[in-house]
């Protein structure tokens, strides 16, 4: 029973460079979502996910950020030519339903993943 | 707008001494839920609690316990007798049912530090 696998846990890039994160949720888990956490301060939403479908991008950087969740595979948080500022910790979380729907089970918390810590040199 | 105020930065406690993190949320929703989690210093997210709206009832959880005041627009998380492994930062979270999409609005955590 796995819980939310994210991967690379650390990763480090060279200013310019491109990252690829990689969340894949838990099993039967269709709603997938990206929150960044920068150096002492809280997490920040960034992307809502459904199989295939991008529902909610309000929180992304309009440049050089992208995210997907294919059908099959993992979601992936893209980020081109880094800079240092995108320095952080990326967590997923994911959900078999909607959070927040009125008619949403209590015992269904958003479920997220150990994260993956990007330092860009 | 929608919002979660964690007022203490840090805390510092002896063990064994009771020690609570304040949040207080705003929202225009009736329909909303919050959590609490636990980001230790290995850096994972832990689920400690959801509540919804409608449900004031505090709960307990061993040493853990919740009061959720809506009058007030707080849900203040205590922990009794404190110990070491509880240093951790603590995060207050909400999410709205009429939001479509059901993000997490967090706080921007309280460090809890547990001396022995």
């Known amino acids: 029973n796995a819980g939310v696998m994210q991967n690379p846990r650390h990763l480090v890039r060279r200013r310019g460079q491109e990252a690829r994160l990689r969340c894949s949720p838990m099993k039967g888990h269709s709603h997938v979502y990206w929150y960044r956490q920068l150096p002492e301060e809280g997490l920040k939403f960034m992307v809502y996910?459904?199989?295939?479908?991008?529902?909610?991008e309000s929180g992304m950087p309009k440049e050089r950020f992208s995210a997907e969740f294919p059908k099959e595979g993992p979601s992936i948080l893209r980020i081109q030519q880094v800079v240092r500022g995108d320095s952080a910790a990326y967590f997923c979380?994911?959900?078999?339903?909607?959070?927040?729907?009125?008619?949403?089970?209590?015992?269904?918390?958003?479920?997220f993943g150990n994260g993956t810590r990007l330092t860009v040199t | 707008a929608q919002k979660v105020t964690q007022a203490q930065t840090e805390i510092s406690v002896v063990e064994k001494e009771d020690v609570t993190l304040d949040c207080v949320y705003e929202t225009r929703d009736t329909t909303y839920y919050l959590f609490w989690y636990k980001q230790p210093p290995s850096g994972e997210l832990v689920f400690l609690i959801r509540?919804?709206?409608?449900?004031?009832q505090n709960e307990i959880s061993g040493r853990y316990s919740w009061n959720f005041q809506k009058s007030t627009s707080s849900f203040n998380f205590t922990i009794t007798a404190s110990q070491v492994v509880d240093s951790a930062v603590y995060f207050c979270?909400?999410?709205?049912?009429?939001?479509?999409?059901?993000?997490?609005?967090f706080g921007q955590g309280t460090t809890l530090q547990v001396k022995p």
């Open positions: 979270a909400l999410s709205e049912a009429t939001s479509n999409t059901g993000k997490l609005i």
């Open positions: 979380a994911s959900s078999p339903i909607k959070q927040g729907a009125a008619s949403s089970s209590y015992n269904s918390p958003l479920h």
């Open positions: 996910l459904q199989k295939e479908n991008i529902i909610d």
């Open positions: 509540r919804n709206s409608f449900d004031e």
